[in-house]
T-cell receptor, first 114, second 110 residues
Framework: NAGVTQTPKFQVLKTGQSMTLQCAQD?????MSWYRQDPGMGLRLIHY???????DQGEVPNGYNVSRSTTEDFPLRLLSAAPSQTSVYFC?????????????FGPGTRLTVL | DAKTTQPTSMDCAEGRAANLPCNHS???????VYWYRQIHSQGPQYIIH???NNETNEMASLIITEDRKSSTLILPHATLRDTAVYYC???????????FGTGTRLQVFP
């Protein structure tokens, strides 16, 4: 199993550009989520999904869109990048639907917005 | 979800037990205590979780007080590889979200 994979590892954007951060898992997990981590800070939940076709907002959803068309993939879209979105983005997955058990995290995408 | 309070940082000598405290005085009966850690800039790693009883696995032990208002994560024989930020999280069994705080930065020294 590859676990949770994220692409790209690094990305530099200009203000106003849009892009999609990819996240995939091969563990057949129902639950997937996106977090961001600013320097020296803890993780903040952006969006999450309890299964294909179902998504919901976390703590800091503004400026981001998600969709979940398959169990395996949970892409995060930045609509119009802003410098405040410079951060490290982590994707995570877990089995169990609404009963979150152990979450498995990807290696992260380091995004810089100029 | 109940709020947690952790010390900002702690030190521990290699080979000694590391005891990381967490206060969750507003915890309710259906909320679990989870511990994750984040080594350097990697993705967080699950350590252990519990509801009422003490729990032990190959990584650590979790001691929850009888009133459930606080808990302690114990790494029995800390190594340099255990240097990380440790997050204590409280979550209801029905909740969809796992909310992280700022954690405790544990430094294990030789």
């Amino acid at each position: 199993n590859a676990g949770v994979t994220q692409t790209p590892k690094f990305q530099v954007l200009k203000t106003g550009q849009s892009m999609t951060l990819q996240c995939a898992q091969d563990m057949n997990h129902e639950y997937m989520s996106w977090y961001r981590q600013d320097p020296g800070m803890g993780l903040r939940l952006i969006h999450y999904s309890v299964g294909a076709g179902i998504t919901d907002q976390g703590e800091v959803p503004n400026g981001y869109n998600v969709s979940r068309s398959t169990t395996e993939d949970f892409p995060l879209r930045l609509l119009s990048a802003a410098p405040s979105q410079t951060s490290v983005y982590f994707c995570a997955s877990s089995r169990g639907g609404v009963r979150i058990t152990e979450q498995f995290f990807g290696p992260g995408t380091r995004l810089t917005v100029l | 979800d109940a709020k947690t309070t952790q010390p900002t940082s702690m030190d521990c000598a290699e080979g000694r037990a590391a005891n990381l405290p967490c206060n969750h005085s507003t915890i309710s009966g259906n909320e679990y205590v989870y511990w994750y850690r984040q080594i350097h800039s990697q993705g967080p790693q699950y350590i252990i979780h519990g509801l009422k009883n003490n729990e032990t696995n190959e990584m650590a032990s979790l001691i929850i007080t009888e009133d459930r208002k606080s808990s302690t994560l114990i790494l029995p024989h800390a190594t340099l590889r255990d240097t990380a930020v440790y997050y204590c999280i409280v979550r209801a069994s029905y909740a969809d979200k796992l909310i992280f705080g700022t954690g405790t930065r544990l430094q294990v020294f030789p």
